[in-house]
């Protein structure tokens, strides 16, 4: 009971803790790209090679070797052992571990509980003084005015907080909640000498819901001129920043459907989209789409259409979240509204069905990106041309396939007038810029580059095989039928192999991250430095078919290698002990390993 009392408070404490958050306070992180970086603390360096991944939760040094999760840097960190580590984190994430950890889990469960059902019963009293009281005129006219349909008030629970200091939390109190339960839930504050208030006021309630329906926190938007104009509920055990949608739970089935879904940036885009008959659409809660966001819409889709509003503001909002999309491996289309206009403005005017049809002709994103960058800039200076190119040329960079980006960079070429031949030029350059000098892999150990020094983020061909094993069953299958299960020098490394193999019997066609996080659960703590590592270089290195014969090649050899040695030592013993049978078995046997390792060498392969 105990052990699983353990890990579901392990599992709680790691759903609870921004590996991010904790590691900023010892180290000043900058953004890259996906991932942190920071100098290292765990050895002297002058450039960054600490890195840390917010979607993976894990974190690796390139330099030294170091690397983990959030309990891994703790115990390293401070020099505690795992329950310190798991005490200290617990009481970070606010878990009260004194009446002993299978109490603590149980008051966790039932502190939930709580929270939902406060959560319930918040949205059910405002939404109902927003259709009965008279405190709540404005607001309904407020509603009348943007046209939205007492079906959609009733579909999305809207509500009003009332101009009262404590009308949900005298309601909530009556409902048997404590007022640190209500603060908990973020919705009361306190203040001496007052006590408890309500933290929203004459606002008009946008309960926001988790795919399951249930009410984890609000968005207010006041009605007057108070600021902010919108309030959202802070950070609590059931509401992080950035990690939900708005309507997504009224959107699920019609993203499967379709295949897609549409972010709005506005509540009141979704819920017009939805009354227009569009019902795929969320919108992200008064910030741009984040990695956590974009990653709750992949597990139900592989195709988003960003439809912000036709100004300024919506357009650089567009920009800033279309390159980590394409990033995450989703098919991302930008939608084009009409000038000026929000998503709820066209959809009042022209209806749901001219909606879709936009949604429909929705240009890729770097079409979207070319259009723009191309109207910022006079393309007929030929230096302007340049420069709007080389804007573009990062966007470019990003997409793999070939002939997707033969396509765009033909787009590029017919909209600046600039040879195709010329564009290509810039990307080479880009990209051997971004990579450094161009690398290579050579037979006899590291992966090294053109100058012969080793790469240091990218350390022998074993952890390139371990990177292409987890990456897909089928490598994997191809990896074992070159060198069999058994080759794996680093002993971290077969054991995570290992646990794959398992973990793919068990689970037929798991991948991506259901596979990872499985795959993290299965392995012992010292294992997991070596696939923070694999994981963080995921994405950065191309695994491709010759690099990865490559690297075979270049194992295989060693194994050879290693055996020859061996071989020799036993020879010279043979021939001095006078064994001839021994001599001459041994004596083939080394013949045979000289040729296939000349062959190899020679490129041939046959063994
Ligand atoms: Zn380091």
Same mark, same amino acid.
């Given at each position: 009971?105990?052990?699983?009392?353990?890990?579901?408070?392990?599992?709680?404490?790691?759903?609870?803790?921004?590996?991010?958050?904790?590691?900023?306070?010892?180290?000043?992180?900058? /953004?890259?790209?996906?991932?942190?970086?920071?100098?290292?603390?765990?050895?002297?360096?002058?450039?960054?090679?600490?890195?840390?991944?917010?979607?993976?939760?894990?974190?690796?040094?390139?330099?030294?070797?170091?690397?983990?999760?959030?309990?891994?840097?703790?115990?390293?960190?401070?020099?505690?052992?795992?329950?310190?580590?798991?005490?200290?984190?617990?009481? $970070?994430?606010?878990?009260?571990?004194?009446?002993?950890?299978?109490?603590?889990?149980?008051?966790?469960?039932?502190?939930?509980?709580?929270?939902?059902?406060?959560?319930?019963?918040?949205?059910?009293?405002?939404?109902?003084?927003?259709?009965?009281?008279?405190?709540?005129?404005?607001?309904?006219?407020?509603?009348?005015?943007?046209?939205?349909?007492?079906?959609?008030?009733?579909?999305?629970?809207?509500?009003?907080?009332?101009?009262?200091?404590?009308?949900?939390?005298?309601?909530?109190?009556?409902?048997?909640?404590?007022? /640190?339960?209500?603060?908990?839930?973020?919705?009361?504050?306190?203040?001496?000498?007052?006590?408890?208030?309500?933290?929203?006021?004459?606002?008009?309630?946008?309960?926001?819901?988790?795919?399951?329906?249930?009410?984890?926190?609000?968005?207010?938007? *006041?009605?007057?001129?108070?600021?902010?104009?919108?309030?959202?509920?802070?950070?609590?055990?059931?509401? $992080?920043?950035?990690?939900?949608?708005?309507?997504?739970?009224?959107?699920?089935?019609?993203?499967?459907?379709?295949?897609?879904?549409?972010?709005?940036?506005?509540?009141?885009?979704?819920?017009?989209?939805?009354?227009?008959?569009?019902?795929?659409?969320?919108?992200?809660?008064?910030?741009?789409?984040?990695?956590?966001?974009?990653?709750?819409?992949?597990?139900?889709?592989?195709?988003?259409?960003?439809?912000?509003?036709?100004?300024?503001?919506?357009?650089?909002?567009?920009?800033?979240?279309?390159?980590?999309?394409?990033?995450?491996?989703? /098919?991302?289309?930008?939608?084009?509204?009409?000038?000026?206009?929000?998503?709820?403005?066209?959809?009042?005017?022209?209806?749901?069905?001219?909606?879709?049809?936009?949604?429909?002709?929705?240009?890729?994103?770097?079409?979207?990106?070319?259009?723009?960058?191309?109207?910022?800039?006079?393309?007929?200076?030929?230096?302007?041309?340049?420069?709007?190119?080389?804007?573009?040329?990062?966007?470019?960079?990003?997409?793999?396939?070939?002939?997707?980006?033969?396509?765009?960079?033909?787009?590029?070429?017919?909209?600046?007038?600039?040879?195709?031949?010329?564009?290509?030029?810039?990307?080479?350059?880009?990209?051997?810029?971004?990579?450094?000098?161009?690398?290579?892999?050579?037979?006899?150990?590291?992966?090294?580059?053109?100058?012969?020094?080793?790469?240091?983020?990218?350390?022998?061909?074993?952890?390139?095989?371990?990177?292409?094993?987890?990456?897909?069953?089928?490598?994997?299958? /191809?990896?074992?039928?070159?060198?069999?299960?058994?080759?794996?020098?680093?002993?971290?490394?077969?054991?995570?192999?290992?646990?794959?193999?398992?973990?793919?019997?068990?689970?037929?066609?798991?991948?991506?991250?259901?596979?990872?996080?499985?795959?993290?659960?299965?392995?012992?703590?010292?294992?997991?430095?070596?696939?923070?590592?694999?994981?963080?270089?995921?994405?950065?290195?191309?695994?491709?078919?010759? *690099?990865?014969?490559?690297?075979?090649?270049?194992?295989?050899?060693?194994?050879?290698?290693?055996?020859?040695?061996?071989?020799?030592?036993?020879?010279?013993?043979?021939?001095?002990?006078?064994?001839?049978?021994?001599?001459?078995?041994?004596?083939?046997?080394?013949?045979?390993?000289?040729?296939?390792?000349?062959?190899?060498?020679?490129?041939?392969?046959?063994?």
């Amino acid at each position: 009971m105990l052990a699983a009392f353990r890990e579901n408070l392990i599992e709680e404490i790691k759903t609870r803790v921004d590996i991010i958050d904790l590691i900023s306070e010892y180290v000043p992180l900058k /953004r890259r790209g996906q991932n942190y970086v920071g100098l290292c603390p765990f050895h002297t360096e002058k450039t960054p090679s600490f890195t840390v991944s917010p979607s993976k939760q894990l974190f690796y040094c390139f330099g030294c070797g170091v690397g983990g999760d959030a309990f891994t840097f703790l115990m390293k960190r401070e020099g505690l052992n795992f329950s310190e580590a798991l005490t200290r984190l617990a009481e $970070r994430v606010g878990i009260n571990l004194e009446e002993g950890e299978g109490a603590g889990i149980f008051k966790l469960r039932r502190e939930k509980e709580r929270l939902y059902q406060i959560g319930a019963l918040a949205a059910r009293f405002y939404h109902l003084i927003l259709l009965r009281h008279p405190t709540a005129a404005q607001a309904r006219e407020y509603l009348q005015r943007r046209r939205v349909s007492l079906e959609a008030v009733r579909k999305f629970e809207l509500g009003y907080a009332p101009d009262s200091p404590r009308a949900l939390v005298d309601y909530l109190k009556r409902h048997g909640f404590h007022p /640190r339960e209500i603060a908990l839930a973020g919705l009361a504050a306190s203040r001496a000498p007052e006590g408890s208030f309500d933290r929203f006021r004459r606002r008009l309630m946008f309960p926001v819901k988790d795919p399951a329906g249930k009410v984890i926190g609000f968005g207010g938007r *006041a009605l007057d001129n108070s600021e902010p104009k919108y309030l959202n509920t802070p950070e609590t055990p059931l509401f $992080r920043k950035g990690h939900h949608l708005y309507g997504l739970h009224l959107a699920v089935a019609g993203i499967r459907r379709r295949g897609k879904a549409v972010v709005v940036e506005g509540y009141l885009d979704a819920i017009s989209a939805w009354q227009h008959g569009v019902d795929n659409v969320v919108a992200t809660l008064g910030t741009a789409l984040t990695i956590e966001q974009a990653r709750a819409l992949k597990r139900y889709t592989e195709e988003v259409i960003i439809a912000y509003d036709a100004d300024a503001a919506g357009r650089a909002a567009a920009l800033r979240v279309l390159g980590v999309l394409a990033d995450m491996g989703l /098919r991302v289309r930008v939608l084009l509204l009409p000038e000026g206009k929000d998503p709820d403005e066209f959809l009042q005017r022209q209806g749901g069905q001219a909606f879709q049809k936009l949604v429909e002709e929705a240009p890729p994103w770097l079409v979207y990106i070319i259009e723009q960058v191309a109207q910022s800039y006079n393309l007929a200076d030929p230096s302007e041309c340049v420069k709007a190119i080389q804007k573009i040329i990062p966007y470019l960079a990003k997409i793999e396939d070939a002939v997707e980006r033969d396509n765009y960079v033909r787009i590029l070429s017919r909209r600046t007038g600039q040879l195709e031949t010329a564009i290509y030029e810039e990307l080479h350059k880009f990209r051997a810029r971004q990579m450094g000098r161009p690398r290579r892999l050579i037979l006899d150990g590291d992966i090294r580059d053109s100058q012969g020094t080793a790469v240091t983020t990218f350390q022998g061909p074993e952890v390139y095989l371990l990177c292409a094993y987890l990456a897909s069953e089928e490598w994997a299958d /191809r990896i074992e039928a070159s060198l069999g299960p058994a080759f794996w020098s680093l002993p971290q490394a077969g054991i995570i192999a290992s646990a794959a193999k398992e973990l793919r019997e068990e689970y037929p066609g798991l991948e991506g991250e259901d596979f990872q996080d499985k795959l993290s659960k299965k392995l012992p703590p010292d294992a997991l430095p070596l696939l923070a590592r694999v994981a963080l270089k995921e994405g950065q290195e191309p695994l491709e078919p010759k *690099a990865l014969e490559q690297a075979i090649k270049s194992i295989q050899l060693k194994k050879w290698e290693d055996e020859m040695q061996a071989c020799r030592r036993s020879l010279s013993l043979a021939e001095a002990a006078g064994r001839e049978d021994e001599v001459k078995a041994l004596q083939t046997r080394i013949l045979d390993l000289a040729r296939n390792i000349k062959n190899l060498k020679a490129g041939r392969g046959e063994t």
